[in-house]
DNA sequence: TATGAATGAGATTTCATTCAT
DNA sequence: CATGAATGAAATCTCATTCAT
């Protein structure tokens, strides 16, 4: 019974290195089939296709991640926001959460998120970027009722969503302790907080 | 007269494309030969070979761009430094050299910068990246002096200059009027800078 | 059973067929695969790519001519050479062994020894010529050893070897017939033996 | 008037250049038209192609030889041969005349003799070797006159003319100097001389 | 369940040669 | 006298994918 599943994972393990090391395009079925010990057939009849063993490298890690960060955002946006000052905290959690999700799985998710160009999966940053971008244009209507005169700087608000998104990206990238991870990424998400409060409204016309 | 250099413009006017279009690994030479009416062989009379297409199309603009970002940075340095309140300033002289390059050669640099995966440019983004935080380093030990107790948040530092370069590269894929860009960019730089001079250093141990 | 390997030993044949006519430089896998009635890509499922398809011809030969040539010198030289009138008859050994190992394989040994150039076995005439080379060495060591006053003629012994080899090389190429080779072969090398007793040594200075 | 010759002269060299290091097959006319600083296209005004600009390397040294040779021969053969004991002799004469001529075109010939493969000049060395071998057809048959009861070894004949043919490729190959050329040809050719009248008649069946 | 042979279309690159100017 | 642009055909090689067995 197991034994059935010891091809794939083994199949898979592979796709993830390869994938890894050469990144989806110029990585080779031929090459992941051969270090996986079988056949370009036997891929086949595993997947799909190359898309597809991609697929089985990311999916999982990316259900889960996608899941909590929408968990996440419900919970936030249908708290009591009194205060924005709140905000520096919630990120904490947001933080510890991302970072306990990415490096779970860092190496599938370093590849969704940098090395799947060439797939189906190659917009996929865009796609967080644009999850964050929408809870934060709730948060920034909310944010915005209270100062009359000003109006959401849209550009920035779609900037400020790319960044944050970027910061993981680029922490799972350069940092490989998922300690020293949290603790690099606090200040960085601390200016990202800053930054939002002080530029995400500009002056009406 | 004119006319000898007709067909060597066709080509990178619709190598251009091409690489715009599919980045340089998916680009093909077959097709952009064909768009530009001639056959393979003829492309490399005019060019070396693919990598060195992409140079005729790139070289000009990124050389352009270093250079006036190492003048801007020599004359910065050498300049006295007593506040950094002035950093504001200099940056939106900054802001204004980058977009003004930058929209000179929107196409070849928005390639240049993530569509050259795969050629010997593809490093490029890192080598700009480099060249910011080697000038941040000395601006942020020079800020550094005024505060014992305090030293350079390394992982801050290279974050930033990353964020810096990005900064630009986001603008130019996303907004394609200058002077739009110009004002979008402000309030980012701004942020960058204030985001700087806050968490740029950190308590020693 | 047999038809599993049908195609790949026409492929081999038929590669034998055109590095013979051409040469390996000029020999064209478009035309061994056609000849082949296979695809080019099929070649390259079973080799590696043009230079093993080349080995897939000559490997198994060669390995039985070096193999057969270093046995016979470990024999001969851990033999005891009283006289160097056996010589000759050891030589006729040699020949026959030779002869037979050349004709049992006579297309992928020309093809190794004529027809290699720009291939990785380009250089195994050489090669063989310093096997030669380092035997007779050896051996003229010890004959040099009953004359004092006389030195080995360097050029000379390169220069043996070379011929030596290149008579089986002229052999195979212009006599079809093992047997009538065999005779050709005797005075030959007869002249050679003569030949090294009389010219190995030279004058000490 | 002489300066029309120049760029002739600066093409001849650098083609000799290129055929040496690269044989004719792999040289390209390109990378020689370049390093003689022309166009392809003026190779063609001064050879009619590819094989011609090697004939504007080789032809004048080649044509000297074959004189030489065809010369030396008549005189040999017209000769009153009353006793082949000064062969030996007359061979030094052939062997100095050789030397001569070989080293004062050195690179041309190597290229001719060894580097002319795919050109028209590609059978050279054979029509060299028939030569010699039909010089010494006529000589063989006037020794046999003497040894009735024996009749020519016609295998031996024609690998004879080979090796001395390539004795001298051998040489010009192997050793620069000329001086030394000729020590070390010497013995070479003793031996080929009384190998030649050992062994150039086989016992009538 | 899995194989291994094979496809077919594509890739980049190289080359000798030509010819209008 | 010489150029420089261009051809056109061929070269080797790679790849994801398919399918009979």
Redesign the pocket.
């Known amino acids: 019974m197991e034994?059935?599943n010891e091809?794939?994972e083994r199949l898979i393990a592979c796709a993830k290195k390869e994938f890894l090391e050469k990144g989806f395009?110029?990585?080779?079925?031929?090459?992941?089939?051969a270090a996986a010990?079988?056949?370009?057939?036997?891929?086949?009849?595993?997947c799909?296709?190359?898309?597809?063993?991609l697929g089985a490298v990311v999916d999982e890690p990316l259900q889960k991640l996608m899941n909590a960060i929408q968990e996440h955002f419900s919970e936030d946006l249908s708290a009591d926001i009194a205060s924005f000052q709140h905000k520096a905290g919630d990120h904490d959690d947001f933080a510890e959460m991302m970072i306990s999700l990415l490096y779970d799985n860092r190496d599938a998710l370093l590849i969704l998120l940098e090395k799947s160009a060439g797939s189906s999966y190659e917009g996929i940053v865009d796609d967080l970027v644009e999850l964050i971008e929408r809870h934060n244009y709730a948060l920034a209507e909310k944010y915005a009722a209270a100062f009359p005169g000003k109006r959401i700087n849209d550009y920035m608000l779609h900037w400020l969503a790319h960044v944050e998104i970027n910061a993981y990206v680029h922490l799972i990238t350069h940092e490989a302790d998922p300690e020293r991870a949290l603790k690099e990424i606090k200040p960085v998400m601390d200016m990202l907080v800053e930054g939002w409060m002080a530029h995400i409204l500009e002056d009406a016309d």
């Open positions: 034994k059935e091809a794939r395009s110029k990585a080779s079925l031929r090459s992941i089939s010990d079988m056949t370009t057939g036997a891929v086949y009849f595993f799909k296709d190359k898309n597809g063993l």
